[in-house]
């Protein structure tokens, strides 16, 4: 495709529930990146991958998130026992590779919204 | 947290130069100075990065000072569709570290 998709572009859940997020990076990008954004504040990091492998999970708030990249192209942000503080805009956004001075492409985001 | 300061908002002329300030003191020798905007309702969209030389694309010019504290991002001719939030991020990519660190943004909003 021409640039990142999320998929679902809107999610409601109730509490309680588990919810996947996908992402489907730029095709041949090898650094993947998750981010969550709440009504008026900045993006906020959660999570970055280098190939497969999770490079810096510094940013998931707790363990009931989870994300994977298991064949190091398509990714899924997993969130279990949702609450309504997780309700936000969930970002995913790729780059050729994590050498300095590369831009990373931002896809539209899926608005999660529990009630 | 941000390593970025900008004002909160700003207003500009249709058809003048927007001016975006950021001051980002306490940067390192190996990190660029990125900027991105968010149109709302959208993904942040890249805009350019330098790291110590002035840089200019199709959609803006930056301006780096020599001792790298601070920047300015430039809009020469702004439209009502440059409306938006404007992230200026320190950032180095390498090693474990690969993420944007995105502080609050400025607010430009061009105005007819």
């Known amino acids: 495709g021409a640039g990142v998709s999320q998929t679902p572009s809107n999610k409601v859940t109730e509490k309680g529930k588990y919810v996947e997020l996908r992402c489907d990076p730029i095709?041949?990008?090898?650094?993947l990146y998750w981010y969550r954004q709440s009504l008026g504040q900045g993006p906020e990091f959660l999570i970055y991958?280098?190939?497969?492998?999770?490079?810096?999970d510094s940013g998931l708030p707790n363990d009931r998130f989870f994300a994977v990249r298991p064949e190091g192209s398509v990714s899924t942000l997993k969130i279990q026992r949702t609450e309504r503080g997780d309700s936000a805009v969930y970002l995913c956004?790729?780059?050729?590779?994590?050498?300095?001075?590369?831009?990373?492409?931002f896809g539209q985001g899926t608005r999660l919204t529990v009630v | 947290d941000a390593k970025t300061t900008q004002p909160t908002s700003m207003d500009c002329a249709e058809g003048r130069a927007a001016n975006l300030p950021c001051n980002h003191s306490?940067?390192?020798?190996?990190?660029?100075v990125y900027w991105y905007r968010q149109i709302h309702s959208q993904g942040p969209q890249y805009i350019i990065h330098?790291?110590?030389n002035n840089e200019t694309n199709e959609m803006a010019s930056l301006i780096i000072t020599e001792d790298r504290k601070s920047s300015t991002l430039i809009l020469p001719h702004a439209t009502l569709r440059d409306t938006a939030v404007y992230y200026c991020?320190?950032?180095?990519?390498?090693?474990?570290?690969?993420?944007?660190?995105f502080g609050k943004g400025t607010k430009l909003s061009v105005k007819p």
């Open positions: 991020i320190v950032s180095y990519y390498g090693g474990s570290q690969g993420n944007l660190i």
């Open positions: 095709s041949g990008h090898t650094a």
């Open positions: 991958f280098q190939g497969t492998g999770a490079a810096d």
């Open positions: 306490t940067i390192s020798g190996n990190e660029y």
């Open positions: 956004a790729s780059s050729l590779t994590v050498a300095g001075g590369t831009e990373a492409f």
């Open positions: 330098g790291l110590k």
